[in-house]
């Protein structure tokens, strides 16, 4: 696709399941972001991923959370054991990484832990 | 300008007006600064960029000013309209890594 495709677009969930949501980068792009934001404000960082480099996993609130980006593409981030103070919009960006300045973000996936 | 945690400052400009948004870093080895806007119910979306080495950089009625003396960055939007209502993030890209501010929710009195 021409853009960064996130998947699901909505996902309501119970407390205590586990979730997983994924994300496909722009082709080509080595650098991958996560974020999560909450309703009316900022992005907050959960990790980045840059080609074959270890992650930047210094934004994850807590062990539930963990991601995975596999062969350098696709993105997965999961939580385990969901709370409802996990509610929010998780966002993810990809950019060209090295010589890229501008990271092109989807869409995101509301999830809503009831 | 900058907030504490991510609760987010709202500028309030009559349309029409020149808006300006601030924005305060901390790393002097950052190489770009980029400014995003960000509308309801979407992802944040490029609007402009700087390198660490210009101080002032114009778009289509944008304008970012780079002070690196006191690493602050703004951006500033000439005859502000309606549909530029929405969260504005900075962004600074150090070592191929882009970390966002915690953004300026711009508010567009008709």
């Known amino acids: 696709g021409a853009g960064v495709s996130q998947s699901p677009s909505n996902k309501v969930t119970e407390k205590g399941k586990d979730v997983e949501l994924r994300c496909d980068p722009i082709?080509?792009?080595?650098?991958l972001y996560w974020y999560r934001q909450s309703l009316g404000q900022g992005l907050e960082f959960l990790i980045y991923?840059?080609?074959?480099?270890?992650?930047?996993k210094s934004g994850l609130p807590s062990d539930r959370f963990s991601a995975e980006r596999t062969g350098g593409s696709v993105s997965t981030l999961t939580i385990q054991r969901t709370q409802q103070e996990d509610s929010a919009v998780y966002l993810c960006?990809?950019?060209?990484?090295?010589?890229?300045?501008?990271?092109?973000f989807g869409q995101g996936t509301r999830l809503t832990v009831v | 300008g900058e907030s504490v945690g991510l609760h987010l400052p709202t500028l309030s400009v009559q349309e029409g007006d020149n808006s300006i948004i601030n924005c305060a870093y901390s790393?002097?080895?950052?190489?770009?600064f980029i400014w995003y806007k960000q509308e309801s119910g979407k992802g944040p979306q490029f609007i402009i960029d700087?390198?660490?080495?210009?101080d002032k950089r114009q778009g289509q009625r944008v304008t970012v000013l780079l002070n690196k003396t006191v690493k602050h960055l703004s951006l500033q939007i000439a005859a502000t309209q309606p549909g530029d209502s929405a969260v504005y993030f900075c962004?600074?890209?150090?070592?191929?890594?882009?970390?966002f501010g915690t953004g300026t929710k711009l508010q567009v009195i008709p």
């Open positions: 960006a990809s950019s060209l990484g090295q010589g890229g300045t501008e990271a092109f």
């Open positions: 082709s080509g792009h080595t650098a």
């Open positions: 991923f840059q080609g074959n480099s270890a992650p930047d």
């Open positions: 790393n002097s080895a950052s190489d770009y």
């Open positions: 700087i390198r660490s080495n210009m």
């Open positions: 962004a600074e890209n150090i070592n191929q890594k882009v970390t």
